[in-house]
T-cell receptor
């Protein structure tokens, strides 16, 4: 049981480039989400999904796209990278899609992204 | 607006002494409160949560947290700190805004000195 995995661990992009951050979980969790972590700001929700085929925006969705074609995978796409997107990105999952406000989230190890 | 505040950027404590990491919240409805810990270059790990019932919640690694409804607080505590407890601690509240979302505090860095 690998839990939540993220690739790559590190990435450097030039302004305007696009890329996809990968996230996968093998716990059959319905709920998955993407956060970015910036110093002094905690974690901010980018997008989330309550199940395959269902996604919604979080606090800071601009510049990012997501899709959820399977329960296991939840990739995050940067459409045209900007220096303001330099951050550490975390993917998380939890058991219930929309049914349990009490669920604990399980986090991946993170992707450190630098946009030049 | 629903929010979580961690008033201290950093907490310093000597090994063996008790530690407290503070958290206050502002939510409408019942609060569902969590503490997570982040070690260097790692993702967040769950420590404990308060859903309902006893105001004192026990969690992993000897940590506990006290829910205080009147003060809207959920402070993290440990009776005797270890150097290995040094990490970044996040308080979070889970809210229902048409979908369940987690709002995180800014984090408190705990430094335990030997």
């Amino acid at each position: 049981n690998a839990g939540v995995t993220q690739t790559p661990k590190f990435q450097v992009l030039k302004t305007g480039q696009s890329m996809t951050l990968q996230c996968a979980q093998d716990m059959n969790h319905e709920y998955m989400s993407w956060y970015r972590q910036d110093p002094g700001m905690g974690l901010r929700l980018i997008h989330y999904s309550v199940g395959a085929g269902i996604t919604d925006q979080g606090e800071v969705p601009n510049g990012y796209n997501v899709s959820r074609s399977t329960t296991e995978d939840f990739p995050l796409r940067l459409l045209s990278a900007a220096p303001s997107q330099t951050s550490v990105y975390f993917c998380a999952s939890s058991y219930s899609g929309g049914g349990a406000i009490t669920d604990t989230q399980y986090f991946g190890p993170g992707t450190r992204l630098t946009v030049l | 607006a629903q929010s979580v505040a961690q008033p201290e950027d950093q907490v310093n404590v000597a090994e063996g002494n008790p530690l407290t990491v503070k958290c206050t919240y502002s939510v409408s409805g019942n609060p569902y409160l969590f503490w997570y810990v982040q070690y260097p270059n790692r993702g967040l790990q769950f420590l404990l949560k308060y859903i309902t019932g006893d105001n004192l919640v026990k969690g992993s690694y000897g940590f506990e947290a006290e829910f205080n409804k009147s003060q809207t607080s959920f402070h993290l505590k440990k009776p005797s700190a270890l150097v290995s407890d040094s990490a970044l601690y996040f308080c979070a509240v889970r809210v229902n805004t048409g979908g369940f979302k987690t709002i995180f505090g800014a984090g408190t860095r705990l430094f335990v000195k030997a």
